[in-house]
Structure formats: structure tokens, C-alpha cells
Nanobody, 125 residues
């Protein structure tokens, strides 16, 4: 059974940093892109960043470009999201996901087969 467990969320002041982790179990995903999404209550889930199976390719939403960095360690079956210079508008529940294909993409119809349960990130002023 595949499981994705996110961790690292919490409360941080604006301008601060957090590092999210997503550990996968049940199978390896070195041939699958992985991604981070976020969602605020009452709004649609929003793409944040994605990384290719090898980690050599990444793509980011414009809202986080230059502040967030996605990375992965395939030996640990884990993907990370380093979040710097956090803003109030980054407050959301963050989810990791495993893509069906190898390459990272921000296309809206990209299929993701597995999702984590989410971790709350709250940025305060």
C-alpha cells in the first residue's frame, strides 16, 4: 500500500523559512515526477512545484519562484520543499503528490496517482 507522509509544517513569521518533507512508502518513485500543491479553504488546490524522476528538472508556480526550492532524495524515497521568505499568502495546507509520468510539469491536466494527507503551513505577520 502506497503512503505519502508530509511533515515539517507549522507556524512561522513572515520572512521566515520552513522545510517540508514527504516520505513515500510502499514502492519506489524514482521514475515518477513528484509535486507539491497547496490549498486554502474555499479555494481550488494550487500547483506549487514539481520535480522530475531523477531530480534534474523542476518547475515552479510564478507565486513561489525564487523563494521555494523543490528537491528529492530517491535513496530515501522523499521529496522536499524548502520555503524561504514566506509571505502571509503562503498560508495553506500543503500536499505532496506522485505523478504518473517522469517529467515535471505544471500543466493543469497532469495526472497524479497518489496524494499525502497534507501539512498545515501558517505564516503570521
Amino acid at each position: 500500500q502506497v503512503q505519502l507522509i508530509e511533515s515539517g509544517g507549522g507556524l512561522v513569521q513572515a520572512g521566515g523559512s520552513l522545510r517540508l518533507s514527504c516520505a513515500a512508502s510502499g514502492r519506489t518513485f524514482s521514475r515518477n515526477a513528484m509535486a507539491w500543491f497547496r490549498q486554502v479553504p474555499g479555494k481550488e488546490r494550487e500547483f506549487v512545484a514539481a520535480i522530475s524522476g531523477s531530480g534534474g528538472g523542476t518547475v515552479y508556480a510564478d507565486a513561489v519562484k525564487g523563494r521555494f526550492t523543490i528537491s528529492r532524495d530517491n535513496a530515501k524515497n522523499t521529496v522536499y520543499l524548502q520555503m524561504n521568505s514566506l509571505k502571509l499568502e503562503d498560508t495553506a495546507v500543503y500536499y505532496c503528490a506522485v505523478g504518473r509520468f517522469y517529467y515535471a510539469t505544471n500543466q493543469r491536466d497532469t495526472p497524479y496517482d497518489y496524494w499525502g494527507q497534507g501539512t498545515q503551513v501558517t505564516v503570521s505577520s
